[in-house]
Every structure is written in C-alpha cells, then in structure tokens.
C-alpha cells in the first residue's frame, strides 16, 4: 500500500508544454483513473510515474519519497501496456515469472508466487499454455499477473483494454477491478473511455491540456462537472446556450418550465441538462416533435426535434418517431464562464 503525490508537475515534449503544472494525491489502495481525451498529458503523466520519462519541473512522491530521479527499473512500480507485450517463445507460467527470475529469487518462492498470481487472474490451467493460444482478455489477464506478480507498491495502466473488443472490455475491466481491491494495490489508469472511468475508479483525473481539470469520486463527477468541458465529456449530456431570467431558464424564445430549485444567477448562461433529467410530462411542458428513437436495452433514447437542434432523453415508456410530447427540465447544472455556478 502506497500513497502517491504529483507536486507541480510540468513535462515539454518536442518544445510543447504537455504537462501543466499537474497536482494529484492518490491514497494509498485507490483506484484514479487518468481520464481525458487524445493528447491531453495522460500517458506522460503515467510514463513519468513509471521513470520513462523525468519531469522538467515538480516532484513526484510516494510514500512521502522523491522518485523522480530513480531509474525506472528500480521503482516499485509495475506498468501494464496497450499491447501485452508477453514473450511469444515463453509460456504463461514463463512470462509470469520472468521478472522474478531477473530478481534471483529461489525455485520455490518463484513457483508460489506465480501461481498464486495466476490463480489471482484465473488461468492456472493455463500455465503451460503459449500466449499466441489465448484470447486477447486472457493475455491481458497474462500481463495484469506479469505486472501484480512483482508485489509492486504502485500498478500503472496504460490503456489496457483498448483491444479488446467491448464486451471483453467489461468482462475484463471488472475483473481488474475486483483484483486490485482484494490485493489493495494503489492503481493509476489510463483511459480516454469515460464509461470505463466512471465504472471502476475510486476517483476520476480529468485531464484538459495536461492539468487537471476536475479530481473527484465518480458519481460526484456524474453529477457535479465543475466546468463545461467536464459536463460535456463525462456521460451524456445537453450542453444548451441560453439566460437565467427570474428564476427560469430561457433558450432562444423559450421558457423551459424546470420542476428543480429556481436559479439563482440572472444573465447569460450554459445550461446543461442530463437526458435522464429532461422529462415528458402530459401537460405544461414544452412542446417538441419525436425526431429519432433508439432502443438502448431496458430503455429508449429519443432526439427531440427542438429550435436550437437536438434535445436527447432518455424514457422508459414508449415514444413513436414523429409523436409530439411535452417536456420539463428535472434538474439542470448552470454555468457561467465555463464554470458551475448552479448545480442541483
Ligand atoms: N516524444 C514526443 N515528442 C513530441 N511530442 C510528444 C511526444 N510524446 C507525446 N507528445 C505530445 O504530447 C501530447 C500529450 O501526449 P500523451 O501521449 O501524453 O497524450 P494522451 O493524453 O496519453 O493521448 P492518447 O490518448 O492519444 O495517448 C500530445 O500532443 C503528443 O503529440
């Protein structure tokens, strides 16, 4: 169990400020995902935990230790890649043990540990199997024992499941999950997925051009998106333009009725609204026609044909394309300058 801290960190990658200034407190046995989209600073953020790459600026400390200097190899740290990286010649119990080895440990102590690393991820009977035999999840699996086998303080995650396809990508995703809390290992990963970031962290880093933009429990983050950015890349969203007029909100030339709290601020604001808080009701509502409908399991997304574009919600009871309904808005989160002045 280990804590890890970011203090200021800053990176320049080819003349480019990539890393910002980055502050992030991890507690020790926490699951944060680093969360942002393509080019952010995330995976040199985790290179420069895992010693790939140094810092230009800042320190990184864990358990209160400067690491930042030390050579990669000598952190105790272990990193699980995109691409598994097994040894194609080696079987599992061979790749498994391979860090072991370099560590000169005995026979028997190498024997224990792999198999219970293996037994961790469920491919004991796999031992003597060779990875081009597995399935994607499994030598995912395989690298994931490769990794927890070396009993590092830190296990580092550099988009692990991005190839898998996206049912494996939950199967596998849980499975992480669930291992890194039964052996409490602080855990760092990386992801673009915002679903797979809500579904597994103890806290999310949202990432914007290498800062953080937002460091929060997931549902916190679902339901509290500190800036526009956030509301607009976490979860589904209706990022709406419009003004706060005595307490209702207007877009355009309409008065949305709003069954939450009224605002509280006056002016020009960014209004957005969940799909799941745009409510049909039957009457006193806003009238909308019922442009596209899409089956989403247990219930329905509707696009609702509105004078600014789309309006997305989602029901449970039926709706037919071309249908008009009525709606409210439940609950809305009000933004000015980019910022949540309002959230209920
Ligand atoms: N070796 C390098 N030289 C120059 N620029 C680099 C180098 N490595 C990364 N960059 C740039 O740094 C920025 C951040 O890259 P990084 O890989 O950390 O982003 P990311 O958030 O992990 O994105 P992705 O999800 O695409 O991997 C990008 O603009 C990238 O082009």
């Given at each position: 169990?280990?804590?890890?801290?970011?203090?200021?960190?800053?990176?320049?990658?080819?003349?480019?400020?990539?890393?910002?200034?980055l502050n992030?407190?991890?507690?020790?046995?926490?699951?944060?995902?680093?969360?942002?989209?393509?080019g952010?600073g995330?995976?040199t953020?985790?290179?420069?935990i895992a010693?790939?790459?140094?810092?230009?600026?800042?320190e990184?400390?864990?358990?209160?230790?400067?690491?930042?200097?030390i050579?990669?190899?000598?952190?105790?740290?272990?990193?699980?890649?995109?691409?598994?990286?097994l040894w194609?010649?080696m079987?599992?119990?061979h790749?498994?043990?391979?860090?072991?080895?370099l560590?000169?440990?005995?026979?028997?102590?190498?024997?224990?540990?792999?198999?219970?690393?293996?037994?961790?991820?469920?491919?004991?009977?796999y031992a003597?199997?060779?990875?081009?035999?597995?399935?994607?999840?499994?030598?995912?699996?395989?690298a994931?024992?490769?990794?927890?086998?070396?009993?590092?303080?830190?296990l580092?995650?550099d988009?692990?499941?991005s190839?898998?396809?996206?049912?494996l990508?939950?199967?596998?995703?849980e499975?992480i999950?669930?291992?890194q809390?039964?052996?409490g290992?602080?855990?760092i990963?990386?992801?673009?997925?915002?679903?797979?970031?809500?579904?597994?962290?103890?806290?999310v880093?949202?990432?914007?051009?290498?800062?953080?933009?937002?460091?929060?429990?997931?549902?916190?983050?679902?339901r509290?998106?500190r800036?526009t950015?956030v509301?607009g890349f976490?979860?589904?969203?209706n990022?709406?333009?419009?003004?706060t007029?005595?307490?209702?909100?207007?877009i355009?030339?309409?008065d949305?009725?709003?069954?939450?709290?009224?605002?509280?601020?006056?002016?020009?604001?960014?209004i957005?609204v969940?799909?799941?808080?745009v409510?049909?009701?039957?009457?006193?509502?806003?009238?909308?026609?019922?442009?596209?409908?899409m089956?989403?399991?247990h219930?329905?997304?509707?696009?609702?044909?509105?004078?600014?574009?789309?309006?997305?919600?989602?029901?449970?009871n039926?709706?037919?394309?071309?249908?008009?309904?009525?709606?409210?808005?439940?609950?809305?989160?009000?933004?000015?300058?980019?910022?949540?002045?309002?959230g209920?």
């Amino acid at each position: 169990m280990a804590k890890l801290v970011l203090d200021g960190i800053v990176k320049h990658l080819g003349g480019k400020l990539v890393v910002n200034k980055l502050n992030l407190e991890v507690a020790s046995g926490e699951l944060v995902c680093l969360l942002g989209a393509s080019g952010c600073g995330k995976t040199t953020t985790l290179r420069m935990i895992a010693g790939f790459l140094t810092p230009d600026g800042g320190e990184i400390l864990l358990d209160e230790k400067p690491i930042s200097r030390i050579p990669p190899e000598r952190r105790p740290t272990a990193m699980v890649f995109q691409q598994y990286a097994l040894w194609p010649h080696m079987d599992v119990f061979h790749n498994v043990a391979f860090g072991l080895q370099l560590r000169k440990l005995s026979k028997q102590v190498i024997e224990k540990r792999v198999r219970e690393a293996l037994g961790l991820v469920r491919l004991e009977e796999y031992a003597r199997s060779y990875p081009a035999r597995l399935s994607g999840g499994q030598q995912q699996r395989v690298a994931l024992a490769r990794a927890i086998v070396l009993e590092p303080k830190l296990l580092l995650l550099d988009e692990p499941l991005s190839n898998l396809d996206s049912k494996l990508r939950i199967e596998v995703r849980e499975e992480i999950r669930e291992i890194q809390q039964r052996v409490g290992i602080t855990t760092i990963f990386v992801t673009h997925d915002q679903d797979e970031a809500l579904s597994i962290s103890d806290r999310v880093a949202v990432m914007l051009d290498g800062h953080l933009e937002q460091y929060e429990p997931p549902d916190k983050l679902y339901r509290y998106p500190r800036t526009t950015y956030v509301a607009g890349f976490v979860g589904s969203m209706n990022l709406l333009h419009g003004a706060t007029r005595a307490g209702r909100v207007v877009i355009g030339d309409i008065d949305v009725p709003c069954t939450w709290q009224s605002a509280q601020v006056e002016g020009e604001v960014d209004i957005a609204v969940r799909p799941e808080d745009v409510r049909l009701v039957q009457e006193g509502g806003v009238e909308a026609r019922v442009k596209q409908r899409m089956q989403r399991g247990h219930y329905q997304e509707l696009i609702l044909d509105v004078p600014w574009g789309n309006l997305r919600t989602f029901v449970s009871n039926d709706a037919e394309v071309g249908a008009q309904v009525q709606y409210v808005f439940q609950r809305a989160l009000i933004y000015q300058d980019g910022v949540l002045v309002q959230g209920a």
